[in-house]
């Protein structure tokens, strides 16, 4: 998508380095950083200089072609592929896009590996700006209906960011609205600050209004008055796993909005990419939610007035706090899902109906 008028990629492979948009400076500095190295990848990964469930994922295949680049040895390919994994531990696509580049790599000695490594890894992300590319063109066809029957501006919440910036190019959640702009259809974004790390108010809004996209940035509580006063007609949101039965577990506060949908029948769409489908585990409670270290909540980040970018506490210093990063939207609070091959029920029937 457009920053300034040009467009970017999220990441890409230039000169033997991982061109990467540094995500925690964004909105106000727009920094490309050189990833050198396996660690390099890993740390970007895990301070969310990259994020997003699809990114970390193509990250990941990446940090796979630094680690032969490094080090062309089995043992370490192998140790590499468990650091990576373990960088973040609720989104499937990072476990997903590292299994699927050690099946092509694993016992590979010749000198083959790297050219190999490089193909499957620029194959990942091409294909998740393919899939996300169709996420729009599918969740398009509802804005569409809506946007028939009422005539009017089709007010989308969304939480957190599933967009061109947690994906390589189009996002998830904001697909479907990107494509209904360029079509000419009139919309208009909430967007959940998402607390604490402000993803939708730092990096949504930013690449909504880079996109000329109406939005409003609201507190993450705002959104139930909201859709009582009848201003939301529908919410997209994007996931990090969803299972097999259509459970979904996305950015905390996505549950909340669910529930708060469902008592004001404001229809509720995830969008996402298959390699986000976990077919293994079958109960929610079995999703490992990552829990984040609390001075992401006590400490907020923003530019002084000499526009120099500063933390500062807000919380009592002696006070605790608990940083759940993702909670669990059962499938039954879901209108539907919008993937890459079409819209679903959120259940194994809707899902095996498309994927299997
Ligand atoms: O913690 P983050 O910023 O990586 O969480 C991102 C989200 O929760 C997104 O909604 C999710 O990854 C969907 S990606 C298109």
């Not at 400076?25 to 740390?43: A, E, R, Y």
């Not at 029957?149 to 089709?154: A, G």
């Not at 959640?173 to 730092?202: C, F, L």
Request: proline residues 3%; neutral net charge.
């Amino acid at each position: 998508m457009n920053i300034e008028g040009k467009a970017h990629r999220t990441i890409w492979f230039e000169n033997n380095s991982v061109k990467i948009i540094d995500q925690t400076k964004l909105p106000h500095h727009f920094i490309i950083k050189d990833l050198l190295t396996v660690k390099d990848s890993i740390n970007a990964i895990k301070t969310m200089e990259v994020r997003g469930a699809p990114l970390i994922g193509t990250t990941a295949a990446y940090g796979l072609v630094l680690s032969i680049i490094e080090n062309n040895d089995q043992t370490f390919l192998k140790k590499s592929s468990e650091d990576l994994i373990d960088s973040r531990p609720t989104a499937i696509n990072l476990k997903w896009a590292v299994d699927r580049m050690m099946k092509k790599l694993s016992g590979v000695n010749s000198n083959e590996i790297l050219k190999i490594a490089l193909e499957e890894a620029k194959a990942i992300a091409e294909e998740d700006v393919e899939f996300c590319k169709n996420i729009g063109l599918n969740g398009l066809k509802i804005i569409e209906e809506i946007y028939k029957k009422k005539k009017d501006t089709v007010n989308i919440l969304t939480h957190c960011n599933a967009g061109w910036l947690a994906t390589i190019d189009w996002g998830t959640a904001t697909s479907p609205i990107y494509h209904a702009h360029k079509k000419g259809i009139k919309v208009h974004v909430w967007v959940d600050e998402t607390r604490p790390r402000n993803q939708g108010a730092n990096l949504t809004s930013y690449e909504l209004n880079e996109e000329g996209i109406p939005n409003t940035i609201i507190a993450d509580n705002t959104g139930g008055i909201l859709m009582q006063r009848g201003q939301v007609d529908m919410c997209i949101v994007g996931t990090d796993r969803t299972l097999s039965n259509g459970d979904v577990c996305n950015k905390i506060g996505t549950y909340l909005k669910a529930l708060a949908a469902k008592d004001n029948n404001v229809p509720f769409y995830v969008a996402l990419p298959s390699s986000t489908i976990d077919w293994s585990i079958k109960n929610s409670k079995d999703i490992p939610i990552e829990e984040r270290d609390p001075a992401e909540l006590s400490f907020v980040e923003g530019l002084d007035k000499n526009n120099k970018l500063q933390k500062i506490l807000i919380y009592p210093q002696k006070s605790k706090s608990l940083n759940l990063a993702f909670d669990v939207t059962p499938a039954k609070y879901v209108t539907g899902l919008i993937t890459e091959k079409g819209v679903c029920k959120a259940s194994e029937k809707g899902l095996k109906e498309l994927f299997k």
